[in-house]
């Protein structure tokens, strides 16, 4: 084969819960919960099925899913997407987002990433010819440097990718954040890819700041969430895609071709499940109190916790532990300790060790109990 790719190998998050399951671990590491969705869901599920809606759905996606999507971010966020041009249903946020790269990116072409970075989106830069140029978040806050970005965008800059909530930091950016990036890519050509799948969870208040709010950034950006994250079924891979015609345009001309289009029941079921009364509120609150209960299972434990202020995820530091690199110290926790988790190296491109591990406590309160039974004994 040609060498593309050649720094990628399998993901760290199929690395570590194929580890997790051999050592009979308590998977902390890929990010996915151990608890149900509602039933009502699955009624909603099976209805469609029943009744016959078991064929292709339009390739944008269901008209009834669009349509609630589109009310669900107007209400949210104040902007109206076009039901028929704006917005596009996708095999999951990693299709979206994979997608948005490809219709935009050409050899040549410089994305700007912000380092720690969510394993995906390079590969996708690099498969389309682009340059990926990170730019980096340092611990323990993880806040973008303004001057720094402003100092790498360069006539070549086609697109910036953002993810807030941020995985796997669990920082939140703030409106002024999305100021400042507006002023940047301000008369230039740049898109904005705004990796949006943990819009639902910010704690402590903080309100999430969406590209699709900002009428700026939105009139420039794709916005992509994942229903996954919302209605605990990332097994059920559907999530969408906003953005403003003349780039929804492009993405539809490669959409088309790498799937077409996403499972029709499920669309319906989510559809009608969307409608009734606004299903995410609470779900902040919800993995508040999932974080708050982890933290307390860890405290004691030689384990540093960084801030996390919202998505489902945890940074430790583990320094004060073991001087092993993060990726050993992973597999020692998952097979002598019993919990696996994320070595933060993997979201680097030069696999820096910060001595930094990353927990999901999208877990059962029992499940995030045993775990911290078992980290005590670190
Ligand atoms: N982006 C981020 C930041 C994520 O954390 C994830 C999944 N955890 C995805 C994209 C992919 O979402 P999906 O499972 O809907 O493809
Ligand atoms: N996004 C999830 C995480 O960060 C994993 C998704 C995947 O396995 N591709 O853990």
Redesign the pocket.
């Known amino acids: 084969p040609r060498p593309e790719l050649a720094e990628t190998g399998t993901t760290i998050?199929t690395v570590m819960s194929r580890l997790a399951q051999e050592c009979g671990a308590i998977n902390l590491s890929q990010?996915?919960p151990d608890f149900n969705a509602e039933d009502v869901l699955f009624e909603h599920v099976a209805h469609w099925m029943r009744s016959g809606h078991n064929q292709y759905a339009p390739m944008a996606g269901c008209l009834a899913l669009r349509a609630a999507i589109a009310a669900k971010v107007e209400a949210l966020y104040g902007t109206r997407y076009d039901v028929e041009h704006e917005i596009t249903v996708?095999?999951?946020?990693?299709?979206?987002?994979f997608t948005a790269v490809t219709a935009c990116v050409r050899p040549g072409d410089e994305v700007i990433v912000f380092e720690p970075v969510?394993d995906?989106y390079a590969p996708a830069i690099e498969l389309a010819g682009g340059t990926v140029v990170r730019l980096q978040l340092a611990a323990p806050d993880y806040r973008p440097d303004w001057a720094a970005v402003a100092a790498a965008i360069t006539p070549r800059t086609r697109m910036i990718m953002i993810?807030t909530p941020?995985?796997p930091t669990a920082t939140v950016w703030t409106a002024d954040d999305l100021d400042r990036l507006a002023a940047l890519v301000r008369d230039t050509a740049i898109v904005v890819v705004a990796?949006e799948?943990?819009e639902h969870i910010v704690f402590d208040g903080a309100t999430h700041a969406s590209c699709a709010r900002h009428p700026e950034l939105a009139a420039r950006s794709f916005v992509?969430s994942?229903?996954?994250?919302t209605y605990h079924i990332?097994g059920w891979?559907?999530?969408y895609i906003l953005a403003p015609r003349a780039l929804m345009a492009e993405f539809r001309k490669v959409h088309q071709f790498n799937v077409f289009t996403v499972n029709t029941p499920v669309q319906l079921a989510l559809a009608d499940y969307m409608s009734e009364p606004a299903r995410h509120l609470g779900l902040a609150a919800f993995y508040q109190a999932k974080r708050d209960f982890f933290r307390d299972a860890l405290a004691g434990t030689r384990f540093e916790l960084l801030p996390s202020r919202g998505?489902y995820f945890q940074l430790a530091r583990f320094g004060a532990i073991s001087t092993l690199p993060d990726t050993a110290f992973c597999e020692y926790l998952t097979r002598d300790i019993g919990v696996a988790a994320i070595p933060l190296s993997a979201f680097f491109a030069d696999g820096r060790d910060e001595r930094v591990v990353r927990f999901c406590f999208a877990k059962n309160e029992a499940t995030l109990a045993a775990a911290g039974e078992r980290l005590r004994r670190v």
């Open positions: 998050f990010g996915f996708t095999a999951g946020a990693t299709q979206a987002l969510y995906s993810n941020h995985n990796d799948v943990y992509v994942s229903f996954g994250k990332t891979k559907v999530g998505t």
